[in-house]
């Protein structure tokens, strides 16, 4: 299984960036997809997260202004990040909990990371 994240880059404060990840390999269902974030000296931290059913969970500092959606035929998941901040700085990284035909039950997998910079 892979995660690949795309769309990251550099924006200046109060702009807009939209993050995408694509699940792919020998895939029978995935489950929970999200976003986290990791910036330089801090622990990673969940952004948000979007349950098969469609629960969807932020982190308290994103409500408002990040939304999170998923194409559930594409195993895709995408994040819409407005008013950025330079404190949303930071290593976004993909996640998911797939079940696959390789592993044979649910594990945990992370895309590579898209450095997501707020800067004027």
């Known amino acids: 299984v892979q995660l690949v994240e795309s769309g990251g880059g550099l924006v200046q404060p109060g702009g807009s960036l939209r993050l995408s990840c694509a699940a792919s390999g020998t895939i029978i269902r995935v489950y929970t997809m999200g976003w986290y974030r990791q910036a330089p000296g801090k622990q990673r931290e969940l952004v948000a997260s979007i349950s098969s059913t469609q629960a969807i969970e932020y982190a308290d500092s994103v409500k408002g202004r990040f939304t999170i959606s998923r194409d559930y035929a594409k195993n895709m998941v995408d994040l819409q990040m407005t008013s950025l901040k330079a404190e949303d700085s930071a290593v976004y990284f993909c996640?998911?909990?797939?079940?696959?035909?390789?592993?044979?039950?649910?594990?945990?997998?992370w895309g590579q990371g898209a450095q997501v910079t707020v800067s004027s």
């Open positions: 996640n998911a909990d797939v079940k696959s035909f390789s592993w044979g039950q649910i594990a945990n997998w």
